[in-house]
């Protein structure tokens, strides 16, 4: 399989493991990864960019041979998206996700400004990702993914994203 993928596009809430996967595919198959965070912000989690300048960014990495792109945003990423030769929605359970969530927050601390609060807030995202009817929510991407008829492939757990690497 991996040998025809040249892009691949992860798309995951909050602690689902979008960045953990991208960077093993990255590895694995020799192809630069990008995390669409870097581009809605001119300052990590701060700063954020004009429309206009993140959407001309996604559209020269998608204008690409290859790529590996992660990201869980909403309407501005389709014109990449429907690029892709795979989508990899990463559907995984809320409790894991709000553990995982957790656990990040603790091995950031004294590192990252985050607050309990932001951990907190993060884990609330992650259950509107998954249940809400917003543009970034997981109906609006398996809409998006299946309105261009885009080959893709939901992993919900560990040893479903383990068996795709293997495969890969």
């Known amino acids: ?26 590895e694995k198959l020799g192809i630069q990864r990008y995390d669409l965070d870097d581009l809605y912000y001119s300052r990590k989690y701060t700063v954020e960019r004009s429309p206009g300048k993140r959407e001309q960014m ?3 990495i998608a204008s690409r041979k290859k790529w590996i792109i ?3 945003y ?6 990449a998206l429907k690029k892709a030769d795979l989508v990899i929605l990463l559907d995984i359970h809320i409790a894991r996700l ?3 969530i957790l656990m990040r927050h603790i091995g950031r601390m004294g590192v990252e400004k985050e607050t309990w609060r932001d951990a907190i807030n ?4 992650a259950h509107r990702y998954k249940h809400g009817e917003h543009s970034s929510g997981y109906k609006s991407h ?18 479903q994203i383990a068996l795709f690497l293997e495969g890969i």
């Open 142 to 159: 398996i809409s998006l993914v299946k309105k261009h008829k885009l080959k893709y492939v939901v992993l919900k757990n560990n040893r």
């Open 122 to 125: 993060l884990v609330k995202y």
């Open 1 to 26: 399989m991996g040998r025809k993928l040249s892009k691949i596009y992860i798309i995951g809430t909050s602690g689902s493991g979008k960045s953990f996967l991208s960077r093993k595919l990255s």
């Open 74 to 79: 909403g309407s501005w990423i389709e014109s």
């Open 98 to 100: 709000a553990w995982r």
């Open 70 to 72: 992660e990201g869980v």
């Open 58 to 60: 996604l559209r020269k």
